[in-house]
């Protein structure tokens, strides 16, 4: 089998999520003379999350002068929790004029770093290079600090005027978190208008401004479409809509496909449903699940639970999980257990996560308070 042979069979068996045989043939190919094939096989052996393979084979290729190497090699080190060195990479792909390795860059600082000082250099890099969506990235990016909301909606209109629907979309996101639905749904319509948007995250910010108007026939045929394309939250966020607006069965429905399909939330909204539904049993099965997969909410909740059963000890170490994930409220649900318990001299060593969490003095003050 010849080289060109070698990569079209790959490329089907990636195509079948065959990675480790279509990683085989690529570095086949890529020894057979077609060298392009190496980045081929690294993105295989990313995939497979054998990062040190992929790393190598990446780097060679690299080094052998394939420049497409860069992206699948930032991801890789990103994966392989060396997320400095991922950033660091992609700013030598953009001093060597790689395209959009300044927004990389920035993205990698911002959102794997957490280096936000550097990020915003490389956003600002990245729009002076004309990075396409750059001015988007980088409006979203200021969205994330509440004092700079008015810098992020004049970079983001200016990213719309420019025809950048996602812009469209991060406006309409602004307005719905200011609770302003209908200037939400103004930005959401007008960005969906501009090309074919039906696999668009601005279809569930739709659904979600037109409900909050009380056009819930509009909502649910916008969470259809949502569904339809196969968008990722689309089952848990058509659930949530009708498991508001009293449709019990074909919630449940949609948070099974939600569960099934791995959305983001699905365990912790589904388990939310069911405790509503006094079916406490299954939502401790489903919000243990949600802790697994790193919601912090779910400690809180199963907290309560457990209190509620006479669990104290389990409820204990929820309360002190929600505690450590940040959460404010549970110091003082945590503290109120412990007054019912008769350990109200525990409370004083609550003090220093209060206030490290953000509690004023009159709050430290209720605390402590008999």
Do not use: C
């Amino acid at each position: 089998m010849n080289a060109t042979d070698l990569i079209t069979r790959a490329d089907e068996l990636a195509e079948t999520e065959e990675y480790a045989e279509a990683a085989a043939l690529y570095g086949q190919a890529a020894q057979g003379g077609l060298p392009e094939a190496a980045v081929y096989q690294g993105e295989m052996l990313f995939h497979l999350g054998d990062y040190p393979a992929a790393e190598r084979v990446l780097r060679a290729a690299l080094a052998g002068g394939q420049t497409d190497a860069y992206g699948w090699l930032s991801d890789t080190l990103v994966a392989a929790e060396r997320p400095a060195e991922a950033a660091m990479l992609m700013e030598q792909a953009a001093g060597q004029g790689h395209p959009v390795a300044a927004l990389r860059a920035a993205t990698i600082w911002a959102d794997a770093v957490g280096d936000r000082e550097r990020a915003e250099q490389w956003y600002l890099k990245a729009i002076d290079r004309g990075d396409r969506g750059a001015l988007n990235d980088y409006g979203t990016f200021l969205a994330e600090d509440d004092s700079r909301l008015e810098e992020a909606e004049h970079v983001l209109r200016q990213a719309a005027e420019q025809g950048d629907a996602l812009a469209f979309s991060n406006l309409g996101e602004m307005e719905l978190d200011r609770d302003a639905p209908e200037a939400a749904a103004e930005w959401l319509r007008r960005g969906l208008e501009l090309e074919d948007q039906s696999g668009s995250t601005a279809l569930l910010k739709l659904a979600d401004a037109e409900a909050r108007l009380g056009n819930l026939d509009e909502a649910r045929a916008l969470h259809d479409r949502a569904v339809d394309a196969g968008l990722p939250d689309a089952h848990v966020a058509r659930a949530n809509f009708l498991a508001d607006h009293d449709d019990p069965e074909a919630a449940e429905a949609d948070f099974l496909a939600a569960v099934e399909a791995g959305d983001e939330g699905a365990h912790y909204y589904y388990a939310e449903f069911l405790a509503a539904h006094d079916r406490v049993g299954p939502a401790v099965e489903h919000y243990d699940q949600a802790v697994e997969d790193g919601s912090d909410a779910a400690h809180q909740r199963l907290a309560f639970i457990y209190l509620g059963n006479g669990a104290v000890r389990a409820a204990e170490e929820h309360f002190k999980e929600s505690i450590a994930a940040g959460w404010l409220s549970s110091v003082y649900s945590y503290a109120d257990m412990l007054r019912q318990e008769g350990r109200a001299d525990e409370i004083a060593a609550l003090l220093p996560a209060a206030e490290r969490l953000g509690a004023t003095p009159d709050q430290l003050e209720e605390l402590t308070a008999v």
